[in-house]
């Protein structure tokens, strides 16, 4: 677009329009933030894409290796969300306590740098039917301890949550995930 005001205005309505995001709570001891999306597809190809073609969607600057295709989730009991460094080496993003397939996955532990930090969170995805195709949710409640309160990132976490449904919503919808239209 020629005109750069409009181009502002026009993603930031789309953002609106394709996602949801809050921080719906923000202490020094915890947060817990809420994004949503709608995508344009059953219920069955929106969970078979988020769970075993996470690298195709998530954004490799919010990896350690650089290179979001090293991602993978074992979705089972105890399975990981981690990536893959080659020769036996790697970090757990997280660990998988529940799914229910197609419905539900949690993840508990403390994603990306909060990792390094005495925290812990669960982040719950959700999938249910809607009008328009699949709604998504995730939910990622975080507490313990950062110096300086975990009240500070809360707002960085819920955009890279944010971002990753965004994500997700444009690589299923039109097979790109850099299309994403992000707030």
């Known amino acids: 677009m020629k ?35 709608t995508i344009n597809a059953a ?13 195709a969607w998530w954004n490799s600057d919010h990896t350690v290796s650089g290179d979001a295709s090293r ?12 990536e893959d460094f080659g020769d036996n080496a790697g ?12 419905v539900v996955l949690r993840l508990t532990g403390g994603l990306g740098p909060l990792g390094l930090m005495g925290v812990s969170g ?10 328009g195709g ?10 313990g301890y950062r110096a300086g ?3 500070a990132i809360s707002v960085s976490v819920d955009y890279v949550l944010g971002e990753a449904l965004a994500r997700m919503k444009a690589y299923i919808e039109t097979g790109d995930a ?4 992000v707030g």
């Not at 669960?122 to 009008?131: A, G, I, K, R, V």
């Not at 699949?134 to 507490?143: E, L, S």
């Open 3 to 37: 005109n750069p005001i409009r181009a502002f205005l026009l993603t930031t309505i789309l953002w609106s329009v394709a996602t949801s995001a809050e921080v719906v709570n923000a202490e020094h001891m915890g947060f817990t933030t809420v994004n949503e999306v």
């Open 43 to 55: 219920r069955e190809e929106v969970w078979h894409a988020a769970i075993h073609e996470i690298g």
């Open 122 to 131: 669960n982040m719950t995805w959700e999938f249910e039917d809607s009008e």
């Open 149 to 151: 309160g975990l009240d």
């Open 91 to 102: 970090v757990v993003h997280l660990t998988v306590t529940m799914i229910n397939p197609t």
């Open 178 to 181: 850099e299309n994403a239209v």
């Open 71 to 82: 991602l993978r989730i074992s979705a089972k009991p105890q399975g990981c969300f981690c």
């Open 134 to 143: 699949t709604k998504v949710k995730f939910t990622y409640a975080v507490g």
